[in-house]
Every structure is written in C-alpha cells, then in structure tokens.
C-alpha cells in the first residue's frame, strides 16, 4: 500500500478568510482503477462500502477491497451524470442490515424517460436482498443531469433525500406540484412523516421538505445535531452553502450569485423577500461534491468544523462555523485529484474518493512531527 506524508505550509490566499493547511498527514491508496466512484459508506474502521457508478457496490473487508462486486444491485443508467449514487447506512444498520441507494434509472414503459429512485434492502455475506422502493421522483425526466440524489438520515430517524432541477426543468424548481430542485423528508421506510411542512396542502406534495434548489450534492448534520448543511452546484459561479429549515425557499432560479454557461443571465436579481440567502457563495464555482462534520479526535483542531470536497479545484477545505455563520475556510489537501466524496472513519481518519474512471479510495490519517514530503514505500 503507498504512503505518502504531505507537509503543507501555512499561507494567506487572496480574498479572505481562506488559508492553506499547516499539518502532516498519511495519504494512503486503498483501492484504485475505480470505475466513477461516487460514496462511501463506514461500516468500521476497515469494512467500507462504495458505490461505483456503472452500477456496482464495491465492499472492502480489512482494508482490502472484494474483488467480487456485491450481488444483487438492480440496473442503472450510467449516462451523463446518471450513476448508481449514494450508499448510506440505516441508523440501526448493525441491527437491522438495511442500506439506502439513490440511482438513475430507466423508466420500464418508456425509455427516453428517467428518474432518480432510492431503495432500501439489507446487505448480508456480500449480497444486496429485500429491495424496495422508497423515493422515486417525478414527473419523469428527459434529460441525464442533475439528479442531486446526496441522502442524510436525520436524528429522528427521517431520510432527506435531495432530488436535482434536472437542469432543463430550473423553473420548476419554485412549484411544489413536482419533486424537482427539492429536499425530500421521509420516514425509513418511504412514508411521509405527518410533520412535513406541505402536509394537507393540496396544491403541494408531502414530501417536499425545502425547495428553490439547483444540484444538491452535500448534506451534513451539524455537530449539534440540529443545523442541517446543505451545497449546491450552481451554474458558472453561485455555488452555495446552506442552512435547511423546513418549508423555506432557497431561491433558485429567481435568485442566484451565478450566470449561465452561455453568459446569459439567469436572473437580475440575487436577493428577494421571501428567499433564503445562502450562508456562502462562490464565484467562480468550486463545484461542492460532498461534506461531512468532523467530531472525531485524530484532528483535535478540526472538531466541530465542515469538510467540504471540491471537484474543480481538486481540494478539501475545512469550514469554521459560528452559530449559522462561516467564519474561515482553509484547504486541507491539494492534488489529490477530483474528490467526489468524503466520509469519516470511526478513529477519526478520513476517507476520500477521487472521480473519474480511475477513481480511488484514499485514507488520510495524521502523520507524526518527524515525517515531511516522504514516500513510505508501497
């Protein structure tokens, strides 16, 4: 397995208050030539599961990954930015088995036709059993982008599931009769909790949690158990940070910091009564993949901070909090390639997966004072 020990020095970068890390870290590969991985999940400090998103569900028992694929994944599209998605655990997985994966797929009566669907099932003996459809969204989609699909089981035992704007449909994003550009909220096993916000709305479905939203691609619990994080892409800059409260309207596209990939304005305005603001916004876009809260002890300085993985500048960054406010951004690591998701270990360590189609798994743990820029063999 290649170590590898960075030493990043600490230095100011124009604008503020984004600053560069001074720690010394072990990167280790875990796994490579990965097929468009997309998220893990920690089962332990060495078992992991990881979706790829042709279609497979990658498992790795002490430290090693299971050349055999799980058995049992129903088929996906892999098409655009159609992938098997997101893996995530149930709160009493340990008990129960039950993992949760989002996924495009084809829809059966009409090919041209998709959607973004959620399953539940149990993962026993490297086998995916019991599968039943939790989510799926409509109205079917043409188009093979902006599926969102990022899941986060709340405290109370509630799923949110983020389902994109499906990038032609954006003004559908500001009507409740559709899922698209919302927060969905349901309970483990796809019924509507009866505090929803649109519950009894006849013009809204139930599920709808948040809506004015892009491409959700993060969602992460605050240390506190109470603040909801949620990022989005946004078109050529106006990417976002939120705060979820439910029932709130977070803009788009009646509001938004970006423009258009033509250079065409999207909307004059990026402020409005009635409309979230977002507690960051970056211009130009970083491209937010995932988060996560670290509450862990390896870092003892990044405890109750937000890491945050960027796929277009290839980075990791460490997110102060304040309250609902952001007070500091610093890059953690650099060069590692394009993450697309990062998770935390159970001994604090942390797991990232780099994108494309030779994706890799990679461990990052804190190196000791001694070792800087050295290759520990392999």
Request: proline share 6%.
């Amino acid at each position: 397995m290649r170590q590898i020990y960075y030493f990043f020095l600490a230095a100011i970068v124009f604008c503020c208050p984004i600053t560069k890390a001074s720690e010394n870290f072990i990167i280790e590969t875990i796994a490579s030539d990965l097929d468009h991985p997309w998220s893990i999940a920690v089962l332990s400090n060495n078992e992991f599961l990881f979706t790829e998103g042709t279609g497979r569900l990658r498992h790795v028992v002490d430290g090693k990954l299971d050349p055999s694929p799980v058995k049992g994944i129903p088929p996906v599209l892999f098409e655009g930015q159609g992938a098997l998605s997101d893996v995530v655990l149930h709160p009493e997985f340990d008990i129960n088995r039950y993992l949760y994966l989002s996924f495009s797929e084809t829809d059966s009566a009409d090919s041209d036709l998709n959607t973004l669907r959620v399953i539940r099932g149990k993962f026993e003996n490297g086998v995916f059993s019991e599968a039943f459809t939790v989510f799926s969204a409509t109205p079917l989609r043409k188009q093979v982008l902006h599926y969102g699909a990022r899941m986060l089981f709340l405290p109370d035992g509630t799923l949110l599931i983020t389902v994109g704007d499906a990038f032609n449909h954006r003004e559908d994003a500001q009507r409740l009769d559709n899922h698209f550009g919302k927060v969905i909220r349901i309970n483990d096993d796809g019924s509507v909790p009866r505090d929803n916000p649109y519950v009894g709305h006849n013009s809204a479905l139930p599920e709808i949690w948040t809506y004015g939203h892009r491409n959700m691609q993060g969602l992460a619990l605050g240390s506190d158990g109470k603040l909801i994080f949620e990022h989005e892409h946004g078109p050529k800059g106006g990417d976002e940070l939120n705060i979820l409260k439910p029932g709130l309207n977070y803009g788009w596209p009646a509001i938004t910091y970006g423009i258009d990939y033509s250079g065409a304005l999207i909307s004059p305005f990026t402020k409005k009564k009635g409309m979230e603001q977002p507690i960051k916004h970056w211009v130009p876009s970083i491209a937010p993949s995932s988060m996560v809260f670290y509450d862990k002890d390896m870092f003892p300085g990044w405890k109750g901070s937000l890491l945050l993985s960027a796929l277009v500048p290839g980075d990791v960054r460490r997110l102060s909090i304040r309250g609902e406010r952001l007070v500091a951004e610093e890059v953690l690591f650099e060069h590692l390639g394009r993450v697309r998701h990062i998770n935390i270990a159970h001994n604090g360590s942390l797991l990232m997966l780099t994108d494309g189609s030779n994706g890799k798994l990679i461990r990052v743990s804190r190196g000791d004072s001694s070792a800087s820029n050295s290759v520990m063999g392999e």
